[in-house]
């Protein structure tokens, strides 16, 4: 970049066309919530049979396009915002050695090289002659003008040197900065077609990661969220940028900024919807293209053959190939309950995406609610226990969703939000241990005690969103080895919550339910017929110090249960919820004269 160029640029007409990009962005965004939210749910009411099919999948395949235009929107003002921000740095350098130049009565020619007058003491009576300092940004070359101009008669020689050694620094970081961002720009084009295909949302990714490495520096100036910070350092954080830049940053940073607890729900949703797309479109590709798996065994020896350790070494083999198939079941799964919403009688509210993590520790990892909780008068967090993965959430979710309706149903005219939390490494089902004996792995509490500063942090995220301890009535539910989780998170002091829920409880890491981080009263378990794991979690216990909720000696309310096994504390009939289920709403909505004791 020359400085002519330079000089008359205007970093702000950059930032214009990011403003214009970041509307276009947030209308696609408006469209595709209106779509999803509003016009599918309409669909199904006044629809039915194939025709509402293929109208939903239009309409799905539509909202897909609003989707892909709001992301690659967004980062192209990201971008731009980013691309002003570099040559806004270089234009206030160059401006900055000009004035410096002319207040001495210099000149500065339009090459960027700066002309001094004659100046400094008279030899023969004349003055050194004035000249032309032609700037550098190479260091020994520098060096050298300033040694020189200690020798030189000239007093202005050195100053005009200096000048133009700005001016040509402020030249090199413009044209740097042009070179650095005008093949990123030019590589976030779309296809001319109207399908939005998974290569078109990997090269979104690769599009984010090549955009972050351009961004360093933009970035920095945003701050970043505190590190290690506590949900309330994070919501400051988040409070504390414009607008402009917290759109740049979900863009730009969305699995960093899906996982910041503190920050209000519809911002956490839209950043992780963005790493569901980006992640189920990686997945399918890699496993469209993952080469047929050869001959395993070659009789009669028993070894596995040369070929199948080739392939496996090569592919991460048989373990990788599951793996991706139960990502893209669990993404699937996903995905249908936000196409779910607005259906059944009760009509599911919208669905948040507060957590996605296909690779978390484990089998994956997900946050989920029904309904916005920043606005909820009653949220419940339900913590799934002992074999959940990604690839089953189904039935979790569909828990969720009963709890929501069967609340809702209880308190019609309040906001109810009910959040599926699997954001922890959970225990699988079973594994030999010594003498033969089959003993669960969830008689550990390792799980548990890992889980514990999560699961809290995640709460203490939630009440900042919502704007207080008194914003909304908090309920945590916890089945199996999910109570233990929420039993050892409320050990300390400081679980925001007003009520625990336990169902199946093996035990909480407590002996008494007085430990736990509610008011007396507001522990409740139960326990149905059928229900193996109580009487195991008796039997093997989880720790000396551990007893099971539903034991006399451990003071929670015991709720009546109409249900059998381990599994069925949310099961309806024909429709109707069942006692064990209107029990636990009823604690939810805060209806505490509702809950039938046993």
Not at 166 to 184: M, N, Q, V
Request: hydrophobic residues 35%.
């Amino acid at each position: 970049m020359d400085y002519r160029t330079l000089k008359s640029l205007e970093p702000s007409e950059f930032e214009d066309a990011a403003d214009g990009y970041r509307a276009t962005s947030d209308r696609a965004g408006a469209a595709k919530d209106r779509l999803e939210n509003h016009i599918a749910p309409g669909m199904r009411t006044s629809l039915e049979g194939e025709t509402l099919d293929a109208a939903l999948k239009q309409l799905k395949a539509l909202t897909q396009n609003f989707h892909y235009t709001q992301t690659e929107c967004g980062l192209v003002a990201a971008a731009l915002n980013a691309l002003a921000h570099d040559l806004a740095s270089a234009k206030r350098k160059l401006d900055s050695a000009v004035a410096d130049a002319q207040a001495e009565k210099f000149t500065v020619n339009p090459d960027g090289s700066v002309t001094y007058p004659a100046a400094g003491d008279k030899t023969d009576g004349k003055l050194p002659e004035g000249g032309t300092a032609k700037g550098t940004t190479d260091g020994t070359a520098a060096d050298v003008y300033r040694q020189s101009a200690h020798f030189n008669p000239n007093p202005n020689f050195g100053r005009a040197q200096e000048y133009a050694n700005r001016i040509a620094t402020a030249l090199r970081e413009a044209t740097e900065a042009d070179g650095k961002w005008a093949p990123r720009l030019r590589a976030l084009r779309a296809d001319d077609d109207l399908t939005v295909s998974h290569r078109d949302w990997a090269d979104v990714q690769s599009d984010t990661r090549g955009l972050n490495k351009g961004a360093k520096e933009y970035l920095e100036t945003l701050g970043g969220p505190p590190k290690d910070g506590t949900p309330q350092d994070n919501a400051k954080w988040w409070k504390s940028l414009s607008e402009e830049k917290r759109a740049d940053y979900v863009a730009l940073r969305p699995a960093s900024v899906g996982v910041l607890d503190g920050l209000p729900a519809d911002v956490r949703d839209e950043a992780n919807r963005t790493v569901l797309a980006e992640k189920r479109s990686q997945f399918q590709l890699e496993l469209n293209s993952f080469p047929p798996m050869p001959m395993k065994y070659q009789p009669p020896t028993s070894g596995t053959t040369r070929e199948y350790r080739e392939w496996a070494e090569r592919t991460g083999g048989e373990d990788r190939l599951e793996f991706l198939r139960n990502s893209i079941r669990g993404m699937d799964t996903i995905q249908d309950r936000f196409d779910r919403t607005g259906q059944g009688p009760d009509g599911l509210p919208r669905a948040y995406l507060l957590g996605f993590d296909p690779k978390g520790a484990g089998d994956g990892r997900v946050i989920i609610a029904n309904g916005n909780p920043d606005t909820a008068d009653h949220t419940a967090v339900y913590v799934p226990g002992t074999g959940t993965d990604l690839a089953g959430i189904g039935g979790d979710l569909k828990r969720s969703d009963d709890l929501w309706a069967t609340t809702s149903s209880k308190v019609p005219d309040r906001a109810v939000s009910t959040i599926t939390w699997l954001d922890y490494d959970v225990p699988g089902s079973a594994k030999p241990v010594v003498g033969g004996d089959l003993i669960p792995e969830a008689s550990n509490p390792r799980w548990a005690i890992q889980a514990a500063s999560p699961f809290s942090e995640f709460m203490s995220g939630v009440q900042e969103a919502q704007g207080g301890p008194q914003a909304s009535h908090t309920t945590v539910v916890g089945h199996s080895y999910g109570s233990t989780v929420i039993g050892e998170a409320s050990k300390h002091g400081d679980l925001a919550s007003d009520d625990i829920v336990v169902a199946g409880s093996p035990g909480m890491q407590t002996k008494h339910a007085d430990n736990l981080d509610v008011e007396n009263g507001h522990v409740w378990a139960m326990k149905a017929e059928g229900d193996a794991v109580p009487a195991l979690g008796s039997l093997v216990g989880l720790g000396e110090d551990s007893t099971v909720p539903t034991d006399p000696e451990f003071g929670a309310n015991v709720m009546k249960t109409d249900t059998d096994g381990h599994s069925g504390y949310w099961d309806s009939d024909s429709g109707r919820p069942s006692l064990s289920l209107k029990n636990q709403a009823a604690v939810i909505a805060g209806k505490y004269d509702e809950v039938v004791l046993k």
